[in-house]
């Protein structure tokens, strides 16, 4: 089976995607950004000779559309899994198309979400519209604080020291991989001043919208 997972909403397709690796018992996951078709090529050939026992997938992140050198079949208990950040067009092979471009009503935890995945577009927009909704900063500050805490806690291999379901947990250890400590410690340190910027009564939307561009590139 190949599973397309794709289209401009991030947020849900990566909380999609987190559930569906749970099924597997193995899962390699290899970033397409830095890959040429032939090494493509060369990584689905391997896919017919899997190495461990068990359901099996090979996650490919970033996928571009191109579907040339893809296996006709894949071996029984082993899957392909594509996720793409934009909408794909379906190529030749049959595929689960899972799509993911419905626009998603603002939350703060969406919002942080799209923030610890380091979606600016994404997490710039929800921040517009929970603005707009008057959504209190108290909480958006509260759910962002939480919720980088917890992705550090993931980086220094404590989080198991926290009590959260299952779930919550490899969501978090997923969301780890794209920061690094020193960056997640920034990260923390800018937060304290967009909280007291907040409380001293700067204006929400230019603190937040600046907090959100620097973040992202750390």
Not at 34 to 43: A, D, F, M, S, T
Not at 49 to 66: C, D, T
Request: proline share 4%; net charge positive.
């Amino acid at each position: 089976m190949i599973y397309l997972v794709h289209g401009q909403n991030q947020v849900d397709s990566r909380r999609f995607l987190i559930r569906l690796k749970n099924g597997y018992q193995n899962i390699e996951t290899i970033n397409a950004k830095n890959l040429g078709e032939k090494k493509l090529q060369n990584i689905f050939r391997q896919v017919s000779h899997p190495i461990f026992k068990g359901k099996s997938a090979l996650l490919i992140e970033h996928f571009a559309g191109n579907w040339k050198g893809f296996p006709k079949k894949t071996p029984e208990d082993f899957d392909i899994i594509l996720w793409a950040d934009e909408k794909i067009q379906v190529g030749p092979l049959p595929v689960k198309n899972l799509l993911f471009n419905k626009l998603q009503k603002a939350s703060a935890f969406k919002l942080v979400d799209a923030l610890l995945f380091k979606n600016e577009r994404s997490a710039q927009v929800l921040l517009f519209e929970l603005l707009f909704a008057k959504e209190p900063t108290e909480k958006i500050i509260g759910a962002l604080a939480r919720s980088f805490f917890l992705v550090y806690c993931a980086k220094r291999g404590s989080l198991h020291n926290i009590n959260l379901p299952l779930f919550a947990k490899e969501k978090i250890q997923d969301q780890a991989k794209g920061w690094s400590q020193a960056g997640l410690k920034k990260t923390l340190v800018q937060l304290l001043g967009v909280d007291l910027a907040l409380k001293e009564g700067a204006q929400a939307k230019p603190v937040l919208t600046a907090f959100i561009s620097r973040v992202v590139s750390y």
